[in-house]
């Protein structure tokens, strides 16, 4: 017996609002014993500015999580602790907590650097993501899905000019524009997700015709997603959000090179905590583009993986499961709803096979590979938005350094918090060995990792060409075939590929910045916002 198809009402997910949540969240929790977090949170640009915050915070009494008592409310408690939990790590001069007694100085090296995040906030913030089935970090659930509000409730959300965030770590108008294009365009595609349940439903019937209009609905959709992720450039400046914006939103995996070689302690006064490794926020922890890929029976791989020939079809009930590592962690930081709405879906999941069974039938078969080539240009703009706000970014701030440089290595290495300009005057001092002719900071560069788990370029352009491998007429296979799309070069012009180079970009010398942390162009290791 074939399982049910989902209801959404069963995983708190709303035909008109998607993973959005049904009620609007909160802008402030309701109960006055939450006054200290709600003081910090209105003031959070001027704690950071002034770099008093983590003296606040760690004044703090420890809150108990007994007088939240809604869903809203234990949302926006999480929210509130995500955004000042990455404040005081990445908000002072080093994400390392130098005045911590366990901070020694031993030789030419610093060692046993703990990054503590205090029991006022560790306590509460490990209980309420216990409750919500998410990470104690910033998700893209915490900065985005929860963290919005309409300036009319009687308008549209999905249209950007009746948005507006709740918290910032910068104030920035970049900042709030680049969560409120996610939050905009989770509402726009919330009709994708019922409309595509009721497609798998005609398929189990056997009705063509209500298949072909949902995908055609699908394809026609998705289009207007591309059109607003585009709006990301009206009004998120490249050079504030590489510099000013992505730095807090890092994690604690992977990022060795920033100031947390072992990830954070997260301190619960009981004397027996362990370093926790987190990724930072990331668009791939929202859970609509892998619903996009699930109900299409698009198949994501390790990165450098081929395509391995099937056996046999598969079957409904038996959809393939997720084999990206990557995509199968960020499931982990998406709340836990949505979570088990995409194990269920994958259960299900018949439309790729009952196209294929129907391929005589030439309009479900267009509207089907339609959709497949809207996906596809999807992840086509993400690449070219991911290049012109990490790759040139990242090309200018390396041509920075490389002519501010000295030809000799400096005697030490500062400890630098990568949310701010002020270097610390603690020297994190790890000198050349002997015998290394070569700065030994070129070779930290090269194995500065981000926090994804997987390499940025390679990830995105694979995640894309394996968009259209599933492609039902010839002529749809050879348009969705690989094919990379140009690179900006630094005035934002098409930069030409060359033997050796990625367009024009020496993979050696380009390290890669993104959401949560730092990596080389050709790393096997690292992650940003994939779509």
Request: aromatic share 8%; hydrophobic share 35%.
């Amino acid at each position: 017996m074939l399982p049910p198809v989902p209801s959404i009402e069963d995983y708190g997910i709303s035909p008109s609002r998607g993973f959005l949540p049904n009620e609007w969240p909160l802008q402030r929790l309701p109960d006055a014993y939450y006054d200290p977090w709600e003081a910090i949170i209105s003031n959070l640009q001027a704690l950071l500015l002034t770099r008093r915050l983590r003296g606040i915070v760690e004044a703090l009494p420890v809150l108990s999580t007994d007088y939240l008592h809604d869903e809203p409310e234990w949302r926006r408690a999480y929210s509130v602790l995500g955004f000042i939990s990455h404040a005081y790590i990445w908000g002072g001069d080093t994400p390392i907590d130098v005045s911590h007694p366990a901070f020694i100085v031993s030789g030419d090296t610093l060692t046993d650097l703990p990054q503590r995040l205090p029991p006022c906030i560790t306590i509460p913030f490990l209980t309420i993501s216990a409750h919500l089935e998410v990470p104690p970090v910033a998700t893209y659930a915490g900065v985005c899905l929860w963290n919005y509000k309409p300036l009319f409730t009687d308008e549209p959300i999905d249209n950007l000019e009746n948005l507006s965030t709740l918290t910032t770590f910068t104030g920035s108008l970049d900042e709030s524009w680049f969560y409120l294009v996610s939050v905009a365009i989770e509402a726009r595609c919330a009709p994708i997700i019922p409309t595509m349940l009721a497609a798998i439903s005609a398929a189990r019937r056997n009705d063509r015709k209500t298949v072909r209009e949902c995908l055609e609905f699908f394809a026609e959709r998705l289009d207007e997603l591309i059109t607003l992720l585009q709006r990301m450039y009206e009004n998120c400046d490249p050079h504030v959000f590489y510099h000013r914006i992505r730095p807090f939103l890092a994690g604690s995996k992977n990022m060795a090179d920033a100031g947390l070689p072992n990830g954070v302690i997260y301190d619960d006064g009981s004397g027996e905590e362990i370093y926790r490794q987190y990724s930072g926020g990331s668009n791939a922890q929202s859970s609509l583009v892998q619903f996009f890929d699930i109900v299409l029976g698009v198949e994501h791989r390790p990165t450098g993986e081929k395509k391995k020939k099937q056996n046999s079809e598969d079957e409904e009930g038996t959809a393939r499961p997720v084999q990206n590592d990557f995509l199968q962690d960020m499931r982990t930081y998406m709340p836990g709803p949505h979570r088990r709405f995409l194990e269920h879906v994958s259960s299900v999941a018949n439309i790729h096979e009952f196209v294929t069974q129907n391929r005589w039938d030439k309009g479900l078969c267009f509207a089907y590979d339609a959709s497949l080539a809207m996906l596809r240009a999807l992840r086509d703009k993400h690449i070219q938005l991911v290049s012109r706000y990490i790759i040139v970014k990242s090309r200018e701030s390396r041509r920075n350094s490389v002519s501010s440089s000295t030809p000799r290595a400096a005697p030490a290495q500062a400890v630098t918090n990568i949310a701010n300009t002020t270097t610390s005057t603690f020297a994190a001092v790890q000198r050349p060995k002997d015998g290394d002719s070569n700065n030994n900071t070129n070779n930290s560069q090269k194995n500065l990792k981000g926090t994804g788990g997987t390499a940025l370029i390679p990830f995105l352009k694979q995640a894309r060409d394996e968009t259209g491998e599933p492609a039902i007429e010839a002529w749809a296979r050879r348009i969705l075939g690989n094919t990379t799309p140009p690179l900006m070069d630094l005035t934002g012009k098409t930069a030409r590929a060359t033997g050796g180079r990625t367009n024009g970009v020496d993979k050696k010398e380009v390290e890669i910045v993104g959401l949560a942390g730092t990596w080389t162009m050709d790393d096997s290791e690292g992650g940003l916002c994939h779509w």
